[in-house]
């Protein structure tokens, strides 16, 4: 199974941007769909975005469409998502995991990996 490390959360002002990183180890994901789901307080985990394990194909939430990118660099065994133009409502703790699962996938029950998580906070 592949262990999945966040990080790049922080604090930022609306309308800020910020880059959160993936680094996963104990295999190589580039057979791996992956993406990003994140958790607002009281609400629960909602995806965000995914990744096709070329990189070829992505897709997005609604909420997030224009304003975020996905990436991936398979050969550093990491995922990237860019936020750009934040709002208060993104904030939350960002979560990212891989499936094994033929594309696409936006169900969290179909990602078999995650990492712990990390902060992001968007004040107004």
């Known amino acids: 199974q592949v262990q999945l490390v966040e990080s790049g959360g922080g604090l930022v002002q609306a309308g800020g941007s910020l880059r959160l990183s993936c680094a996963a180890s104990?295999?190589?994901?580039?057979?791996?769909?992956m993406g990003w789901f994140r958790r607002a307080p009281g609400k629960e985990r909602e995806f965000v975005a995914s990744?096709?394990?070329?990189?070829?194909?992505?897709n997005y939430a609604y909420s997030v469409k224009g304003r975020f990118t996905i990436s991936r660099d398979n050969a550093k065994n990491t995922v990237y998502l860019q936020m750009n133009t934040l709002k208060p409502e993104d904030t939350a703790i960002y979560f990212c995991?891989?499936?094994?699962?033929?594309?696409?996938?936006?169900?969290?029950?179909?990602?078999?990996?995650w990492g712990q998580g990390t902060q992001v906070t968007v004040s107004s």
């Open positions: 990744i096709g394990w070329s990189g070829g194909f992505t």
């Open positions: 104990g295999r190589t994901i580039n057979t791996y769909t």
């Open positions: 995991a891989a499936s094994m699962s033929t594309w696409p996938q936006t169900r969290p029950g179909n990602f078999g990996s």
